[in-house]
């Protein structure tokens, strides 16, 4: 079995982050509001590229360590 090279980790993460980011974004939209909080476009963005940048990294580095053993 050929073990997954840096680059393509860091591929099928930003991928799969990206995905997470859009679907994370749109739900933004509708959870925070029914817990009484406003949400604006630039709030919700900012909110999902926080959680998407921490996302992104706990991703690439589990994959490096499953990748490894």
């Excluded at 817990?35 to 999902?48: D, E, V």
Aim: net charge positive.
């Amino acid at each position: 079995m050929q073990k997954q090279t840096k680059l393509m980790s860091m591929v099928e993460a930003s991928t799969n982050v990206l995905l997470g980011y859009i679907i994370a974004t749109a739900a933004t939209y509708v959870i925070l509001p029914l817990h009484g909080y406003q949400i604006t476009t630039q709030k919700a963005l900012s909110i999902s590229l926080a959680f998407t940048a921490i996302s992104l990294a706990r991703s690439y580095i589990l994959r490096r360590l499953f990748n490894r053993f």
